[in-house]
C-alpha cells in the first residue's frame, strides 16, 4: 500500500501496525487542508484504477493552545510602596491592562486599629496628599473630598469607614500607568488623629464599575 501528498513531497512507505493489515503513513505538510492519494497493486497512483485508489482530504488538528483574552483592565497594588504621611497612607496602584480604567468610587472598609472610625483631610488646598479624603495622582487626576467643590471651602466633613462614596472627581489610569493614592488623615471616635505605622487597611475602588479590594500593610 502506498500514499502521497498531493502537490508536496511525502513518505509513501506504508506502516503495518496491526494484525489486521491497518496501514498508517506519516507527513510533513505546512497546508491547513490537503489531498492524499493512497492505492495498492501498482507503482503509481495515476496506474492504479478504482477500486485500487482513493483521495482523502486531510485537514491536521492544531496543536497550538489558544492565547488566552488579553487583560483590558487590570489595576493592582505595586508592592513595597506603602508608607504614611501626616497620619495619612499613601500606596500605588498600576493598571497592568491594556485599556485606560477608571476609578469612580471608593470604600475605606477598615483599618486593624479597632480605635479609627473615619478619615479627613488635614489642609486646605488641592490636588496633593492631605488636601483631599482621598487623592489619586494620575495623569487623569482623581479625587474623593467629603465637602465637596469648591476645594478651599473645607467644613470638616469626615468619610466614615465602610461607607461607599462617588469619587468627586473619576480617577483614569492608562494603559501601563502607576499613581499614587493618597487615604487620610485617619481619626478615632474622639477625632483626634492616628498614627498608621504598623496597620492593615482594607479599602475598595469601583474600577470601570466593577468593585476591587485593596488590602494595604504599612
Known amino acids: 500500500m502506498n500514499a502521497s501528498v498531493v502537490g508536496e ?3 509513501t512507505t506504508a506502516r503495518t501496525t496491526g494484525t489486521d493489515g491497518t496501514a498508517t503513513f506519516q507527513f510533513s505538510s505546512m497546508s491547513e487542508s490537503y489531498d492524499v492519494h493512497v492505492w495498492f497493486g501498482a507503482e503509481s497512483w495515476e496506474a492504479a484504477s478504482n477500486p485500487e485508489k482513493t483521495t482523502f482530504v486531510v485537514t491536521p488538528q492544531s496543536t497550538t493552545e489558544p492565547s488566552p483574552p488579553p487583560q483590558t483592565r487590570d489595576v493592582r497594588i505595586v508592592g513595597g510602596q506603602n508608607t504614611t504621611f501626616w497620619n495619612g497612607i499613601q500606596f500605588q496602584l498600576k493598571n497592568y491592562g491594556n485599556e485606560p480604567a477608571d476609578v469612580t468610587a471608593v470604600e475605606v472598609e477598615s483599618v486593624s486599629d479597632p480605635d479609627v472610625v473615619s478619615v479627613s483631610e488635614s489642609q486646605t488646598g488641592s490636588y496633593n496628599e492631605g488636601q483631599h479624603e482621598v487623592y489619586i495622582a494620575s495623569s487623569t487626576k482623581g479625587v474623593y473630598d467629603a465637602d465637596g467643590q469648591p476645594y478651599y471651602n473645607d467644613e470638616g466633613t469626615e468619610l466614615p469607614l465602610g461607607s461607599e ?3 468627586t472627581e473619576p480617577a483614569t489610569l492608562q494603559s501601563g500607568e502607576t499613581a499614587t493614592v493618597s ?11 492616628v498614627q498608621m505605622n504598623g496597620e492593615t487597611i482594607q479599602i475598595r475602588f469601583r474600577v ?5 479590594s ?3 500593610t504599612i
Do not use: A, C, I, Q
Not at 487615604?183 to 488623629?193: C, D, I, W, Y
Not at 470601570?208 to 476591587?212: S, T
Open 183 to 193: 487615604v487620610g488623615v485617619f481619626r478615632n471616635g474622639r477625632s483626634n488623629k
Open 214 to 216: 485593596y488590602t494595604v
Open 165 to 167: 462614596r462617588t469619587m
Open 208 to 212: 470601570d464599575g466593577e468593585w476591587r
Open 9 to 11: 513531497s511525502g513518505d
